[in-house]
């Protein structure tokens, strides 16, 4: 598992966003730190669309790299799934691929690469619990088909790649169901099939 999280780990993001909106009390600013991946050579980043989405100003932090400036490219909001446009690709950045998730099944072992809390390039590692078909696991998001995990998922994990153990990215990271607020084992990311058919392949 370290072998392939060192391997990996250079096409993991962090994204910091800042955004505005107007309330009775004026114009208030808001900011949204989340996690990303690299998934095309030209500077292609995908997340969770509600980590950048109506967002003003977005920059992008790949492990031992300046900040990059980065837009909105695409994005589909009842799936929670966003891509990216870098102003330039870090040269010690590496693309992640966009793997398979028809064939992943229940119980096989998985790896999130994130930034839970603003702790950059944390990993967190479990299970398949459960695979969800659209429309069924929340109605924020019904175009979304969803993995249950187990792995260890909190606030700034949301957008990051979920891996299977040969590092190819099966899923992207946007939410999780809790009482508490904290992880409660009940993790889900959508799947790399919907971010395929949904934006990578209509852009």
């Known amino acids: ?5 060192r391997r990996v780990s250079t096409s993991v993001v962090v994204i910091r966003a800042r955004g505005q909106e107007v309330t009775e009390d004026g114009i208030v600013g808001f900011k949204e730190v989340g996690s990303g991946v690299l998934i095309s050579a030209d500077g292609k980043v995908a997340t969770a669309a509600h980590v950048v989405q109506q967002m003003e100003e977005i920059t992008v932090e790949f492990l031992g790299e300046e900040p ?3 837009r909105v490219y695409a994005s589909e909001q009842w ?3 966003s891509i990216l446009q870098l102003a330039v690709v870090p040269r010690g950045a590496t693309v992640a691929k966009l793997g398979d998730s028809e064939p992943v099944l229940t119980g096989d072992p998985v790896f999130l690469v994130g930034a839970p809390y603003g702790l950059s390039y944390s990993l967190s590692q479990g299970v398949i619990s459960a695979r969800w078909a659209p429309d069924t696991v929340t109605k924020e998001f019904p175009l979304a088909e969803f ?3 187990d792995a260890v998922i909190n606030t700034g994990n949301s957008g990051g790649p979920m891996f299977n153990r040969a590092g190819d990215v099966i899923g992207i990271v946007s939410h999780n169901i809790s009482k508490s607020g904290g992880s409660e084992g009940l993790g889900f990311a959508v799947t790399a099939n919907t971010v395929k058919s949904l934006l990578v392949e209509r852009n």
């Open 1 to 5: 598992l370290g072998d392939t999280y």
């Open 68 to 70: 990059v400036a980065a």
């Open 79 to 81: 799936a929670d799934v």
């Open 147 to 149: 993995f249950q995990t």
